[in-house]
């Protein structure tokens, strides 16, 4: 059963996006947060993100930035860039809204947002995960989602070589 929405917004590190979060919560809705690259959208990130989506009412998703996409994988990354990523990303039913962020980490985002759960998949860590001190601090939870084995990006790409 797949969640009916307005179409997601996209945000590239603007302050607009928390009037928007202030209505969702005014409305009673709990907010799901995740972040990542999402360079080349797979099956994987389908099954992380309904996962991820399931736990509240609306999920945003944070979006590294081509420059800490670089920073992160490696020079030849991203494939795609933020443009493309976050509107990829904006039209899948179970997004809300994605923000594009620079930096090395999504911590701003995670304490303006406060987010009810902070997710991220199955290769993290649950004392890796960027925020999860602060969320917990705030008596909301933080979750690995399981991980779609035999997806990623990273592979996708090394197979085309």
């Not at 997601?8 to 979060?21: C, L, M, Q, S, W």
């Not at 809705?29 to 995740?34: K, L, R």
């Not at 020079?75 to 443009?83: G, Q, T, Y």
Request: aromatic share 8%; charged share 25%; hydrophobic share 40%.
């Amino acid at each position: 059963m797949s969640k009916l929405k307005d179409k997601a917004v996209i945000f590239f590190d603007a302050d607009d996006y928390f009037k928007i979060i202030i209505d969702w919560r005014q409305h009673g809705d709990s907010i799901v947060f995740t972040n990542g690259c999402f360079d080349i959208l797979h099956a994987g990130h389908i099954e992380y993100l309904e996962a991820a989506a399931k736990l509240g009412d609306r999920l945003i998703v944070g979006l590294n930035d081509d420059a800490s996409v670089s920073k992160l994988k490696g020079s030849n990354r991203p494939i795609n860039n933020s443009v493309d990523r976050s509107c990829l990303l904006s039209s899948l039913c179970m997004v809300d809204m994605v923000i594009v962020f620079n930096g090395d980490t999504p911590l701003h985002l995670i304490k303006h947002i406060d987010p009810d759960y902070l997710v991220k998949g199955g290769d993290y860590k649950l004392e890796d995960i960027v925020g999860a001190d602060y969320v917990h601090s705030r008596g909301n939870k933080v979750l690995v989602m399981p991980e779609k084995k035999g997806y990623s990006s990273t592979k996708i790409i090394e197979s085309l070589s």
